[in-house]
C-alpha cells in the first residue's frame, strides 16, 4: 500500500490513488501489464519447456500446453549432436570482426567529420547522412557482386568489413564528439600531438559511453544477422548460428523438433545474457538510436 | 612575417592532408557496400543480364517487364498491406504499453526487461519460434489451444487472409518493446509540474492524458510512425523465413521479390529494377520523414 502512496511521478498520483474507483483502475493495470508480459515471455519459454520434454511427451498429439516431463539434460545432449560449439565460435568469430569494424571505421569518421573537418569535408558527410536513407537489403545484388570479384566470397572478411559503413553509427559518434569540449581538443594540438594520437589518447577514452551503445548494438546486429552471412557463407564449416537454425528449419528435415527447438533457444541465450549485463547502457541506446 | 604565413598554410595543408587520409579507409568502405552498389543497381536495371553479368543494354524493358508483370503487381499490393496492418496491428501498441507500464509502481523493471525481452531474440530465431507455435498442424500449440477450446484447428500462416497480419503481428511482437521503451523515456521526460497543475484544476485522468500526455508524445509519435512505414515496407525476412512468400503468393513483398530475382531466378536486373522502384517510392516517403523531423527541430 504505501507504495501508492508516494507515487508522485507519472499521470496518475497518489492523491488520486486514494479514490477506491482510481485503485481499482491501477490494479486493472497491473493485471493488464502482467498479461503484456506474459505475451512477451511466454512463446520462448514454451518452446524452450516443450524441447524438454521426453520424446514420449513430445510426439504427442495435439501437445500438452503444460508439460509434465522435464529432462534439462536434453540441452548438453542435443548441443552435442548438433555440435554447435563449432556454429558459436564461428558467429563469435563473427561478432568480434564487427564489433571492431564497427567502432574503429565508424569511429575515425565521426571523429574527422566533427573534429578535423578538412577542406570539402561536408560533401563526405552529405553522401554518409544520404547512405541513411538507403535500406541495406536493396544493395545486396551489387554487393554480392562487388565481394565476389574480390574472391572474398567464403570469407569473413566482408561480412566484418560492412559493419565499417554504417551511416547511423558515425552519426552517433559524430553527435557524440560533438559534444567534447574543443580546449581539451586545442590544447592536446597545440602540444604537437599528432591526429591519430588524439583519436585514441583523447577523444576515445572520452566516448566510452558512446562505444558501448555502439559496441552493443553491433553485437546485436551481427549475432542476429542473417541474409549477408547466408549469401557470402557457403562452406557448411563456417556457418554461423543464425544460418544453421535457418537451415534446420527449413533444410533438412531428419532432425527432431525438439531438437529444432533447443536450437532456438542456443540461438536466443548470448542476447539474451548480453541484455541482462548491459541493461542500463542497452536502454539508453535504444533511445538514443530511437530519437536520431 | 611571410615565413610564419607560410607556416600556417602548410599547418592547415598537413591537416587536410591528415583528415583525408583517416577518412579514406571509411570511404572506401562506404563506396564498396553503399554509394557503388546504389549506383551499380540503377545500370544494372537497365542491362539485360545473365546470372550476375551484364549482357547488353535494353533500356527501360527491365522496367516495362516488371511493371507489367502480374507478381509485381501482387508484391506491390501486399505491401502496401504489410504498411496498413502494421499501422492498426503495431502503431498503438508501443504507445499502450508504454503509457500503462510508465504508471507501474510495482515490478516496473521486470516489465521493462519482459517488453523488451523479444527485441534480443535474433530474427531468425524469432520467426522460427513462432513458426512452431503457428504450426498448421495439430501439433502446433496455437491449435493445441484451439482444440482444448473445442475449435477446429486454424491453417494460421497459410489461411492467405491471416499471412499478412500474422506476419505483421510478429513483427510487432518483436519490435514493440524498444519502441515503448522510446516512449517511456518521452513520458518521463514531461515535466511533473505540468500534471499538478492540472490536478489543481480538476482535470480528471483521461483529461491529464487527452491534454498534456499525448500532445507531448506527438513529435515523437510522428517520427516513428514514418519510420515504421520505411521500415515495414522494406519486410524481407518474415516471408521469406516464414512463408516463402505463400500461400499462391499471398504474402509476397516487393523486397521478397527483388530477392527471388537474383537469387532464385538469377536474373540480377529485374531484381535491381524491383529495388531501383523501392527506393524511389522509399526516396518519397523519406522526404516526408524528412519535413517531418523539419518541424519537429522548430517547435
Not at chain 1, 500500500?1 to 486493472?28: C, E, H, Q, W
Not at chain 1, 565508424?106 to 553522401?127: C, E, H, Q
Not at chain 2, 531474440?121 to 512452431?132: D, I, N
Not at chain 2, 484544476?201 to 500526455?213: L, Q
Request: aromatic share 14%; proline share 5%; with cysteine.
Amino acid at each position: 500500500m504505501s507504495r501508492l502512496d508516494s507515487k508522485t511521478s507519472g499521470i496518475i498520483n497518489f492523491l488520486d490513488l486514494r479514490k477506491p474507483s482510481v485503485k481499482a483502475l491501477y490494479y486493472i493495470l497491473l493485471f493488464i501489464s502482467c498479461c503484456i508480459a506474459f505475451v512477451c515471455l511466454a512463446p520462448p519459454l514454451w518452446v524452450f519447456l516443450s524441447s524438454l520434454k521426453n520424446i514420449k511427451e513430445f510426439a504427442q498429439v495435439p501437445p500438452t500446453i503444460i508439460p509434465h516431463t522435464f529432462e534439462p539434460q536434453k540441452i548438453i545432449t542435443t548441443w552435442k549432436t548438433l555440435n554447435f560449439t563449432k556454429y558459436y565460435i564461428n558467429s563469435f568469430i563473427l561478432v568480434a570482426g564487427s564489433v571492431v569494424c564497427a567502432i574503429v571505421f565508424n569511429g575515425l569518421a565521426g571523429y574527422v567529420i566533427s573534429i578535423i573537418k578538412p577542406r570539402g569535408y561536408r560533401f563526405v558527410f552529405n553522401l554518409i547522412l544520404w547512405s541513411l536513407m538507403i535500406p541495406a537489403t536493396i544493395n545486396l545484388v551489387p554487393i554480392f557482386k562487388n565481394i565476389v570479384a574480390l574472391k572474398l566470397n567464403n570469407s569473413y572478411i566482408p561480412l566484418w568489413l560492412s559493419y565499417g559503413a554504417n551511416a547511423f553509427y558515425v552519426l552517433l559518434f559524430k553527435n557524440f564528439f560533438d559534444e567534447i569540449p574543443r580546449e581539451i581538443i586545442e590544447a592536446a594540438k597545440i602540444d604537437g600531438c599528432p591526429n591519430l594520437r588524439l583519436f585514441y589518447k583523447i577523444v576515445m577514452p572520452l566516448s566510452v559511453p558512446i562505444i558501448m551503445v555502439v559496441t552493443i548494438f553491433s553485437i546485436n546486429a551481427s549475432w542476429s544477422d542473417f541474409l549477408l552471412p547466408y549469401i557470402v557463407l557457403k562452406n557448411r564449416e563456417s556457418y554461423t548460428v543464425m544460418i544453421k537454425i535457418y537451415e534446420m528449419s527449413f533444410g533438412n528435415t531428419w532432425m527432431s523438433a525438439d531438437m529444432k527447438m533447443l536450437a532456438v533457444l542456443y540461438a536466443i541465450l548470448p542476447p539474451v545474457v548480453l541484455v541482462i549485463f548491459f541493461q542500463k547502457y542497452l536502454t539508453q541506446g535504444v533511445v538514443i538510436g530511437g530519437l536520431k | 612575417m611571410n615565413k610564419k604565413m607560410s607556416g600556417k598554410l602548410s599547418n592547415r595543408l598537413s591537416e587536410n592532408i591528415s583528415g583525408w587520409l583517416i577518412l579514406a579507409p571509411s570511404i572506401i568502405l562506404f563506396t564498396f557496400y553503399i554509394w557503388e552498389p546504389m549506383i551499380y543497381s540503377l545500370v544494372l536495371s537497365v542491362h539485360e543480364t545473365k546470372g550476375f553479368r551484364m549482357e547488353r543494354f535494353v533500356g527501360l524493358q527491365n522496367y516495362i517487364d516488371v511493371l507489367k508483370d502480374n507478381v509485381f503487381h501482387q508484391a506491390l499490393i501486399n505491401t502496401f498491406f504489410y504498411v496498413i496492418w502494421s499501422l492498426i496491428i503495431g502503431f498503438l501498441v508501443p504507445i499502450v504499453v508504454a503509457l500503462i507500464i510508465n504508471e507501474m509502481v510495482h515490478l516496473n523493471s521486470f516489465f521493462r526487461f519482459s517488453i523488451y525481452f523479444p527485441n534480443m531474440v535474433p530474427g531468425v530465431a524469432a520467426l522460427v519460434l513462432w513458426g512452431f507455435l503457428f504450426d498448421p498442424s495439430e501439433g502446433g500449440l496455437l491449435n493445441a489451444i484451439r482444440i482444448k477450446l473445442g475449435l477446429q484447428p486454424s491453417d494460421w500462416l497459410q489461411n492467405p487472409k491471416l499471412t499478412i497480419p500474422l506476419l505483421i503481428f510478429i513483427m510487432t511482437w518483436k519490435a514493440a518493446g524498444s519502441t515503448a521503451l522510446i516512449y517511456i523515456a518521452r513520458l518521463q521526460g514531461i515535466n511533473q509540474e505540468l500534471y499538478e497543475a492540472a490536478c489543481i484544476d480538476g482535470a480528471g485522468i483521461f483529461r491529464r492524458i487527452v491534454h498534456i500526455t499525448l500532445p507531448e508524445l506527438y513529435s515523437t509519435a510522428r517520427m516513428l510512425l514514418i519510420m515504421q512505414i520505411i521500415f515495414v515496407f522494406q519486410v524481407l525476412y518474415e516471408p521469406l523465413v516464414l512463408t516463402g512468400g505463400g500461400p499462391n503468393n499471398a504474402s509476397l513483398s516487393l523486397m521478397l521479390l527483388s530477392y527471388n530475382y537474383a537469387f532464385v531466378d538469377f536474373v540480377a536486373g529485374k531484381s535491381a529494377t524491383v529495388s531501383v522502384l523501392v527506393t524511389l517510392i522509399l526516396m518519397c516517403l523519406t522526404f516526408i520523414y524528412m519535413k517531418a523531423t523539419k518541424e519537429n527541430n522548430n517547435v
